[in-house]
């Protein structure tokens, strides 16, 4: 079965150097527990997003582990300081192998 996975992030644009800004994401997504039947009796096999991290310029900023009860396309709003001009990395990672990512920058004047 095929998913339309979808990523979204909000970043400002741009932030005074130490400000500390409003990130917002979320991952159009399933979420399949492993528990529901389909019309047909067999079990929907799991497909959850299991893990979302945030990096700035190379450095961790969120790194979040995920369990079955998660729900369908899981939104994220987190802090972040910024000293510096860069960009932020967002990956979600699924149960099937699949790797979604987005990155966005932010200048800081």
Known sequence: MAKDVKPR???PKTAAAG???TIKTLISHPME???RKDSDGNVIPRSIINRFTCDFNGANVVDVTLEPAI???PYFEFSAKVDASGEFKFTWYDDDGDVY???KPIEVA
């Open 19 to 21: 400000e500390v800004v």
């Open 33 to 35: 527990s492993g528990q």
């Open 9 to 11: 992030v909000k970043v």
């Open 71 to 73: 729900s369908t396309n």
């Open 101 to 103: 990512e987005d990155t």
